[in-house]
């Protein structure tokens, strides 16, 4: 049984890995919605502390970082929960690097929510 127990434990070990992994590349949850002439982004983030956290906007693309230490105290059975988070969204407008977006973040209760005004342009009278 030592040497069953021994594998089994190692397979789900790496399982746990490579979940955290794929949770890491894929996720995490993320809702785009345009509110109020604003395009506001919620970002699930749970565990993360809000100075460990970069949000920028370069272009089409909002980037978010995150990362944390992690506590190895005691004997790990399952982890999941990711430690970095490295996820870039597309938005449906273009924000050049020298404009002042007016953008705001929020973090509480493990949820970033961003938001950024919308600007539909100038209008233009016809004579």
Do not use: C
């Not at 506001?40 to 909002?62: A, E, Q, T, W, Y």
């Not at 992690?70 to 490295?86: A, H, K, L, M, S």
């Not at 870039?88 to 950024?116: F, H």
């Amino acid at each position: 049984m030592g040497l069953g127990y021994y594998m089994v434990k190692e397979v789900m070990r790496e399982i746990g890995n490579k979940s955290r992994e794929f949770y890491e590349f894929v996720l995490p949850p993320v809702d785009v919605v345009i509110q109020n002439d604003n395009l506001v982004v919620s970002v699930d983030m749970p565990g993360f502390n809000k100075k460990d956290i970069k949000v920028r906007i370069h272009g089409h693309m909002l980037s978010i970082n995150a990362k944390r230490e992690t506590i190895e105290d005691g004997t790990i059975i399952w982890r999941q929960r990711p430690n970095v988070i490295d996820k870039k969204i597309r938005l449906p407008m273009r924000v050049k690097e020298e404009e002042d977006v007016g953008a705001s973040a929020k973090y509480q209760d493990g949820v970033l929510t961003l938001t950024i005004p919308i600007k539909t342009g100038k209008s233009i009278s016809i004579e």
